[in-house]
């Protein structure tokens, strides 16, 4: 694989006290011809994360033709899991409903955070989502007893799949968190069946954290983008038959830092789409989205 960057989309600057900061973890949606909202994660004065989006035209995509003015998802009630932040995670649309997964922050004590998985759904295409529920709808577990983070969906056929990040530890250093991705299953998008089936391991013991993976299906392979870190973020490549055991192929990924600019130290939490026959990947660079997010086409799939 062979990506082309298309630069610099949008970096929030102060635009609302909602959104002080960073645009982390973008999932692009069709809306008509060739204009796409792009949601993702921002951040305010205390750091909280919530749900924003641009809209743009793939033909322009340095132009922005609209910005939200209202978060289409915000920290949750204090004392709820997502009280802390919410942050975009994918969106799935069966008919005009859309699921929106969704990863709930709540601070620690002993440890930094504890994330969970919510579900916002929207019953027509319009931007409005509400709650599934205030709780969690995949919380801490006999299997992820640890915390868990950004989940990828898919409907495929009569099954629901999920792929998503899952400690395995704490310890005293971040570099102990362990924190890789596992796989889940479900007859309807609520009720999750979870075994801790690890679907992509670490390849080295420098690496200690992966998150955000995006799964595309195609005839006779799923195609996995994810990200992974040792000392920084890159993003990674795996391929399976089956979308439960998976090979991992980074060194095809065909994307990397730039030498110099707002991707020059980190590339991380891609998105990858289809559009009119090209291949599309909206992902992050340098601070973990504070500098804002790229667009890439794909230029040779070999």
């Known amino acids: ?29 069709h809306l008509e011809e060739d204009l796409y909202r792009i949601y993702f994660s921002c951040r305010d004065a205390q750091n ?23 978060p289409i998802l915000s920290p949750g009630e204090l004392g709820t899991f997502d009280d802390s932040g919410a942050s975009m995670g ?10 929106l997964y969704y990863l709930g922050w709540n601070l620690g004590v002993t440890v930094p955070w504890r994330n969970s998985i919510g579900l916002a759904i929207s019953p027509t295409s319009s931007i409005a989502f509400e709650r599934f529920s ?18 990828w969906v898919i409907k495929d056929g009569d099954l629901w799949r999920m792929w998503y990040g899952s400690n395995l530890k704490w310890g005293t250093e971040q570099t102990d968190m362990a924190h890789l991705l596992k796989y889940a299953e479900s007859p ?5 069946h979870r075994e801790g089936r690890i679907a992509i391991p670490f390849k080295s013991d420098d690496e200690y954290a992966m998150s955000k993976p995006c799964v595309i299906k195609e005839p006779g392979l799923y195609r996995m983008w994810y990200s992974y870190r040792g000392k920084s973020y890159r993003i990674g ?17 065909g994307i990397t830092v730039s030498d110099s600019g707002w991707d020059s130290e ?37």
């Open 237 to 253: 490549y795996a391929e399976s038959e089956d979308g439960v055991n998976w090979t991992r192929l980074d060194e095809q990924v």
């Open 188 to 192: 309807d998008g609520v009720n999750w």
């Open 134 to 151: 205030q709780a969690p709808l995949l919380d801490r577990h006999a299997v992820d007893p640890f915390s868990i983070s950004y989940p």
């Open 90 to 99: 994918c969106l799935v649309t069966v008919g005009e409903k859309r699921y």
């Open 48 to 70: 909280r994360s919530s749900i924003g989006y641009v809209v743009i035209n793939l033909n322009e995509p340095d132009k922005i033709l609209e910005i939200a003015k209202q």
């Open 266 to 302: 980190t590339v991380e939490y891609p998105n990858v789409f289809d559009h009119k026959g090209d291949r599309y990947m909206v992902y992050n660079g340098n601070a973990y989205g504070k500098t804002g997010m790229g667009l890439a086409v794909l230029e040779s799939n070999t």
């Open 1 to 29: 694989m062979k990506w082309r960057k298309l630069g610099l989309i949008f970096c929030p600057n102060n635009q609302y006290e909602w959104m002080i900061s960073h645009a982390a973890n973008a999932v692009a949606e």
